[in-house]
């Protein structure tokens, strides 16, 4: 097991693969219930493109020539704070437990610290408790709560 800072020619290389963590992780814990494979594929080239720019800070786990999980973040500013954002984070069922999701969030927060920023932050969705879990066990604390009402499209 290894873990690497993603190239451009790296995420080249594994596109696919790091388009099916991204499609897996969407449609596992979000409302987009037509967000496509097509979709992801479309968003791991803007993941690229941020890659070849130098505004992606990202890492992969590989075991040996396979992708295991990526972590993908920029920074960002919230209010008044510049922070190192983690747009996607993932790891594949069989290899979690393993540290790989503490290793990559430990990496990115270490280039943080590296550039001077403030702080790491992430989003996490309420049923997702394992990663609340990860993140938690981390030193993430809850900093916001964003909450959600369906309305139907249907006029009364």
Do not use: P
């Not at 295991?68 to 290899?95: D, P």
Request: proline letters at 0%.
């Amino acid at each position: 097991m290894r873990i690497e800072e993603l190239t451009v020619e790296t995420a080249e290389k594994y596109r696919e693969q790091i388009a099916q963590f991204y499609f897996e992780n969407i449609r596992s814990c979000a409302f987009l219930n037509h967000f496509t494979s097509e979709d992801a594929y479309k968003k791991i080239g803007d993941f690229i493109e941020h890659l070849k720019d130098r505004t992606a800070i990202s890492y992969g786990a590989f075991d040996d020539e396979k992708i295991v999980g990526f972590i993908w973040s920029y920074v960002h500013q919230f209010r008044e704070e510049k922070r190192m954002y983690v747009n996607e984070i993932r790891v594949k069922e069989a290899y979690r437990g393993r540290g790989i999701g503490k290793e990559l969030l430990r990496l990115v927060e270490n280039k943080a610290k590296e550039m001077g920023l403030g702080a790491v932050y992430l989003h996490a969705e309420a049923g997702n408790i394992d990663a609340r879990k990860l993140y938690e066990a981390c030193g993430y604390l809850e900093e916001r709560i964003q909450m959600r009402k369906e309305i139907s499209s249907r006029t009364y």
